[in-house]
């Protein structure tokens, strides 16, 4: 069975009957599910509250990961009906980048590619690269690359390694030239 419609066009009851019964729907998406309660335009705020509260009941594990996946859709979920300060808002930025790391270290994931860190996604619509498929790493993923303060920049002091070598190995020869020709 499917569910026939988009999730942002559904009223309370439908939403209410669709997370009871996901099981029965094959085209259920819990991504889906979370952006819709933010951007419904039918429901009331005390409504979007009421369904974020059974929606991460019913799919906690999701709603979790949500925040590696999605962490833009998780932020706007979390703080639906909220009025945050600038501070408040990077606090909770803060929070979100600590248990992405967390959740990777408890999955013991090799690679940081997921979700919207897959994908080019930019703020211009003419762009041609919007929706490509990234690369591991690359600096063309939304955001850039996933990032902590944690990680070992590798590259970069292998970068730099590798030029104080080269400086030393020409300073080596300078000096070896410079005494064969004062001999």
Not at 100 to 116: A, C, E, M, V, Y
Request: charge should be positive; hydrophobic fraction near 35%; include cysteine.
């Amino acid at each position: 069975m499917k569910v026939g419609k988009q999730f942002n066009t559904l009223t309370q009851e439908e939403y209410l009957h669709l997370i009871g019964n996901y099981k029965k729907f094959t085209d259920f998406n819990t991504l889906g599910l979370f952006r819709s309660i933010v951007e419904n335009t039918k429901l009331s705020l005390e409504q979007k509250l009421e369904l974020r509260q059974v929606a991460v009941a019913a799919f906690a594990k999701s709603f979790d990961f949500l925040q590696l996946k999605d962490p833009q859709t998780f932020f706007e979920v979390s703080t639906l009906g909220e009025t945050l300060t600038k501070a408040d808002e990077m606090q909770a930025w803060e929070n979100i980048k600590r248990n992405q790391q967390r959740i990777l270290d408890s999955k013991q994931l090799n690679h940081r590619n997921f979700g919207t860190y897959s994908k080019h996604i930019c703020d211009y619509a003419t762009c041609h690269l919007n929706g490509l498929m990234i690369k591991t790493g690359s600096h063309l993923a939304y955001g850039g690359p996933m990032r902590f303060h944690s990680d070992n920049h590798h590259s970069w002091s292998g970068y730099v390694r590798a030029e104080r070598h080269k400086q030393d190995r020409k300073a080596k020869r300078r000096l070896i030239t410079q005494q064969l020709d004062s001999e």
